[in-house]
């Protein structure tokens, strides 16, 4: 068995699949995936449609029919995470009627995958260079609507094709978990997924 996590931008393609491997281990194998239109016109739009969707489960199923779990992941990306799982669990239930039973899942990000990285100030000053000497992180993190560029991209240098692989190999989970809600929904559906096998 293996998973296919499909992503909306490059920051959750480097990041999650290291995640998930530091949560689980290496069984089940888990590779991103993004559907071409999340390339071109931006992820949520991409992905919140059963056409693109389905279209890109269909070619990674032709190219490895071992793929046998399907988790399209979403930022809520400033809007209230319950309409957006809300709007993720039909895309997620059309998914399952489309494809037979096929196992679809439908993950939100409470707002951006930055937010975990930001419940990690620790390794973000050992990893990047600091802009600003003051970093004002929201209360709760995942409070902030766009971690990555109004607290992330201003207080550090960051770029999420150099650093968003790094900081998923060396952020503290535990730390992630006690601050970002949905961190702990991301653990909890991979440890899942995993005893599946």
Request: hydrophobic fraction near 40%; proline fraction near 6%; aromatic fraction near 6%.
């Amino acid at each position: 068995m293996k998973i296919a996590l499909l992503v909306e931008g490059e920051s959750d393609e480097r990041a999650l699949p290291a995640l998930a491997k530091r949560i689980a281990g290496d069984y089940p194998p888990v590779r991103p995936f993004r559907p071409e239109r999340a390339r071109q016109r931006g992820g949520w739009d991409a992905l919140r449609k059963v056409e693109p969707v389905s279209e890109r489960i269909r070619e990674i199923r032709e190219k490895d029919p071992e793929f046998e779990t399907f988790v399209v992941v979403l930022d809520s990306h400033c809007h209230p995470a319950e309409d957006r799982r809300q709007q993720a669990g039909n895309l997620e239930r059309k998914l399952r009627e489309h494809f037979g039973g096929l196992d679809v899942r439908c993950f939100i990000v409470v707002h951006e995958l930055e937010s975990w990285f930001l419940a990690d100030r620790k390794t973000l000053d050992k990893l990047l260079v600091r802009r600003s000497s003051v970093v004002a992180c929201p209360d709760p993190i995942e409070g902030c609507c766009a971690p990555k560029d109004d607290v992330l991209a201003k207080a550090w240098d960051y770029r999420e094709t150099r650093d968003a692989r790094r900081i998923a190999d060396e952020m503290d989970l535990d730390q992630a978990a006690r601050l970002c809600p949905s961190f702990v929904e991301f653990r909890d559906l991979i440890l899942t997924l995993r005893r599946k096998r």
